[in-house]
């Protein structure tokens, strides 16, 4: 048989009609975060923000000036309920107050400090900060 022959078989393979691809399954599925699911957070106020322990185990994870407020709140809500907020005019700063005497300061939408007024509560102290009656850092305001 020659290559001459065979030109009219290669059309017609060429031309046949081809089995749709098969779908391919994920490795991995992808699920929603379950707010349940995210750690509650033991809390230490530290010079340079605050320390996150989470409970199940790992090392303490900083939450330093800067990060934003919406996102602070929202992890420290899990740990302490809802925040009282609000805005100071002397001081001209957002705030996030908790029962247990802690107030995270924010400036345009930053974490700029923290004041506590209950020694005996229960946030913790960063290793080297001592606990007093009333402790601050960073921009905290104090009126």
């Known amino acids: ?18 089995a749709p691809p098969k779908p391919v399954a994920p490795k991995t599925t992808v699920k929603a975060a379950d707010p349940d699911a995210l750690p ?3 809390v230490a106020v530290a010079p ?6 989470d409970p199940r185990g790992g090392a303490a994870k900083p939450a330093d000036f800067g990060l934003r407020q919406s996102l602070l709140i929202a992890i420290l809500a899990r740990s302490f309920g809802p925040a009282d907020e609000g805005h100071d005019k002397v001081c001209a700063m957002d705030f996030a107050r908790w029962p247990n005497g802690l107030t995270l300061w924010f400036d345009g939408g930053d974490f700029v400090g923290w004041s506590t007024k209950d020694p005996a509560s229960a946030i913790g102290t960063a290793p080297g900060l001592d606990r007093g009656t009333e402790m ?8």
């Open 136 to 143: 601050k850092a960073g921009r905290a305001c104090v009126s």
């Open 48 to 53: 340079d923000g605050l320390l996150l322990t």
């Open 40 to 42: 509650v957070y033991r």
């Open 1 to 18: 048989m020659t290559l001459r022959h065979l030109w009219p078989l290669l059309l017609l393979t060429a031309c046949s009609p081809e």
